[in-house]
């Protein structure tokens, strides 16, 4: 089996330019994330920032202000998650079956 190493890296150097892109375009990515039945709703970057946090203020109230705390928790890690996820999908498409290289850091 031969190979060729300027084909090697030239595929290499396209894929790293494609990772570089992916992540450019999920840093401008948001998704947003709801519970306690869409009480609390939760915004996310691809940079795994909370950019928005919108509470129905019929759950503000003072006695109660562990289940909203507990609610907005929920909202934001499954935000996270659900961020993490489509990020993941989104690089397994430009680094697909990649072995694990130490010092390359490919996603996936």
Do not use: W, Y
């Amino acid at each position: 089996m031969s190979f060729n190493m300027q084909d090697i890296l030239r595929k290499f150097q396209e894929m790293q330019a494609d990772v570089k892109r992916v992540q450019e375009e999920l840093a401008n990515k948001t998704l947003t994330a709801e519970a306690g039945g869409g009480m609390v709703k939760a915004t996310v970057n691809g940079k795994h920032e909370v950019v928005k946090l919108d509470i129905d203020p019929a759950c503000i109230v003072a006695s109660e202000k562990e289940v909203l705390e507990d609610i907005v928790i929920a909202a934001v890690n499954k935000a996270m998650r659900e961020m993490a996820e489509a990020a993941a999908a989104e690089m397994q498409k430009v680094t697909p079956q990649m072995p694990n290289i130490p010092g390359l850091n490919f996603p996936g």
